[in-house]
């Protein structure tokens, strides 16, 4: 596992998403100020969850509405039944940090 510096802290505010270019992707969610990474790709199909919608700690699919826990990446509605990989974010200073495959 490698430490990857992503963003500044001021770059994702609370409610945003964003698309890391890390491995196959990564997606980083701010949580009302906590950072939070899953596997971008939804594992119900290659949509990025990044595009999605982030509604407190719940990420919910653009394309078939498969809702997912961006802190546990636990499945929690149909179509999708697998759950998301996760990593670990930490800040450092002004920088969030995610450990990853890289
Ligand atoms: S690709 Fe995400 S719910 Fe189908």
Redesign the pocket.
């Known amino acids: 596992m490698a430490r990857i510096e992503v963003c500044r802290v001021d770059e994702l505010r609370p409610g945003e998403a964003r698309r890391v270019e890390i491995g196959d992707g990564i997606a980083l969610f701010n949580v009302d100020g906590a950072f939070y990474a899953t596997q971008d790709l939804?594992t119900?199909?290659?949509?990025s969850l990044a595009e999605g919608w982030l509604e407190g700690d719940t990420v919910e699919?653009a394309?078939?509405?498969?809702k997912f826990c961006v802190k546990t990446g636990r499945a929690l509605c149909l179509?999708?039944t697998q759950p998301l990989r996760t990593f670990s974010v930490s800040v450092v200073g002004d920088t969030i940090v995610v450990e990853a495959d890289g």
Not at 44 to 47: A, E, F, I, R, T
């Open positions: 939804c119900h199909g290659q949509s699919c394309w078939h509405m498969a179509p999708a």
